[in-house]
Each structure stands twice: as C-alpha cells, then as structure tokens.
Nanobody
Framework: QVRLVESGGGLAQPGGSLRLSCAASGFTFSSYAMSWARQAPGKGLEWVSG????????YYADSVKGRFTISRDNAKNTLYLQMNSLKPEDTALYYC??????????????WGKGTLVTVSS
C-alpha cells in the first residue's frame, strides 16, 4: 500500500533553515508528481510546492517562493523540501502528498501524517 513518511521537522529560529524529507513506498515513485502542503495551528490546509515526476518542473506558493526549494531523488524514493529564511508564519504541520499523474501535483490522492515545524526565537 502507499506509504508516505515525513521527517526533518523541529524547532528553528527565524531566519534559520530546515530540510524536510518524505520517504515513499508502495508505488512507483518516479511516475508521479509530488507536493508539500502545510496546516498552521487553527488554519486551513495550504498547498506549498509541487514537482513533476522527473523533477524537471517545480511550483511554489507565493508565500514561500524564493525561500523554499522542492526536490526529489527518484533512486531513493524520497521527496525533499529545503526551507530557508524561515519565518514564524511558516510554523505548521507539513505534509507530503502524492499526485495522480506525472504532472498532476495539485490533485493529490495519498498523504503522509506530517512533520511539525515550529519557527520561534
């Protein structure tokens, strides 16, 4: 069965960096677009970033553009999110999610359980 396991969350200071990872199993990882989404305390789900199955194209929400970088290693079945210049408003539970085709990074059918990122001094 499809399994997505996020890791790398934790406490970071404003202006700091964290790198999230998502280990995927149970499907052909290299055949599907992937995305990261987040949910801040008391707020709704926000899509953060998406990447095509071959890693050739990436997309970002305006709120993270220029600060976050999505990438993937298809040989390791792993998705990454490098987060730099972190702000307190980046505090959220971050989810990894599977797309439904090599290019569909917004329609998502499986989700991990999330990893918590807290940005605070």
């Amino acid at each position: 069965q499809v399994r997505l396991v996020e890791s790398g969350g934790g406490l970071a200071q404003p202006g700091g960096s964290l790198r999230l990872s998502c280990a995927a199993s149970g499907f052909t990882f290299s055949s599907y677009a992937m995305s990261w989404a987040r949910q801040a305390p008391g707020k709704g789900l926000e899509w953060v970033s998406g990447i095509y199955s071959d890693g050739s194209v990436t997309y970002y929400a305006d709120s993270v553009k220029g600060r976050f970088t999505i990438s993937r290693d298809n040989a390791k079945n792993t998705l990454y999110l490098q987060m730099n210049s972190l702000k307190p408003e980046d505090t959220a539970l971050y989810y990894c999610a599977k797309g439904t085709s090599p290019y569909e990074y917004y329609g998502l059918d499986y989700w991990g359980k999330g990893t918590l990122v807290t940005v605070s001094s």
